[in-house]
């Protein structure tokens, strides 16, 4: 499908609540800083661990906490997302634990929770079926690294229905229209990739970061926020100049499979400057 196609336009009925992960995101502006969204993988290295270092990101800092849903496919995860998710999978994790994890976390903390998942298994459940059992559980919304406007007709409308935030990416060699359809479909936020290729920690950000986010701006974005890469809280104090978010998820896992919560718990404090009042 071209990438020229016109956009899915959503649909005009209002959203039952308003949208927490932005909320999150404009206290952090409040504050006179840019938000912090940590990822993990939902049920690693089990289901309650995974609880309880989600808990452990929102004591120490993270604004925002994205639950990622084990795929076996995972085109866009680097090598330590890959092999944590491929540990849960091999244990026999199935897509109804992760609204379990995302109402214990929601029960537990003031933190916006989203999960992030590969679209094929909210397509699976159905959209409907997904977003009213995502909402139940409380959760915030969702990114889908692998959906883009064009192909989203049917998530739009669940996620209009049960008041959630849906995240879409936009990447550096998105054209100008495509970052248009983007902007406008979103709901939360807009995540912007600051690099092309896996997820993965990385010695400096990309220079393409700042350009992905004014693209955005240009384009009608309230609330940008950047991935892929960022592992320092030097990372996290560059992106934050610009950006309204700041997403970390490999240095995050990392922490969790070498040192379990406590790690998770001790890294985010590092990253987002809360051991130091930030």
């Known amino acids: 499908m071209s990438t020229e196609a016109t956009p899915a336009e959503p649909s005009t009925q209002a959203p039952k609540t308003a949208s927490r992960t932005a909320e999150a995101i404009e206290a952090a502006r409040a504050q006179g800083r840019a938000a912090f969204i ?53 244990r026999g ?49 969702a990114i889908t690294p692998d959906l883009i406007p064009d192909e989203a007709g049917e998530w739009i409308a669940a996620t209009e229905k049960h008041g959630l935030d849906r995240v879409f990416l936009t990447a550096p060699t998105s054209s100008p229209e495509r970052v248009a359809q983007i902007v406008s479909a979103s709901r939360g936020f807009v995540y912007g990739v600051s690099v092309m290729g896996v997820t993965g920690a990385r010695d400096q950000v990309s220079d393409a970061a700042e350009r992905v986010v004014n693209a955005a701006r240009s384009a009608g974005a309230e609330r940008v ?41 001790a890294l985010t404090a590092e990253l987002t400057g809360a051991e130091t009042g930030r």
């Open 225 to 265: 926020c950047v991935g892929l890469g960022v592992s320092t809280r030097a990372h996290v104090e560059e992106i934050g100049r610009y950006a309204d978010g700041v997403i970390v998820g490999t240095a995050l896992v990392a922490a969790l499979r070498d040192g379990g919560p406590s790690a998770v718990a």
């Open 93 to 141: 994790f199935r897509l109804p634990e992760v609204f379990e994890i995302v109402a214990a976390v929601v029960e537990a903390t003031d933190a916006a929770v989203l999960v992030m998942t590969y679209y094929n298994l909210i397509d699976r459940m159905g959209a409907e079926e997904f977003a009213r059992r995502l909402a139940e559980a409380g959760g915030a919304g």
């Open 38 to 90: 940590g990822y993990l993988p939902a049920g690693y290295p089990d289901k309650e661990t995974s609880i309880a270092a989600a808990i452990e990101l929102a004591r120490n800092g993270a604004d925002v906490i994205e639950i990622g849903v084990p795929y076996s496919d995972p085109v866009m995860d680097g090598p330590v997302i890959q092999q944590a998710t491929t540990e849960v999978l091999a």
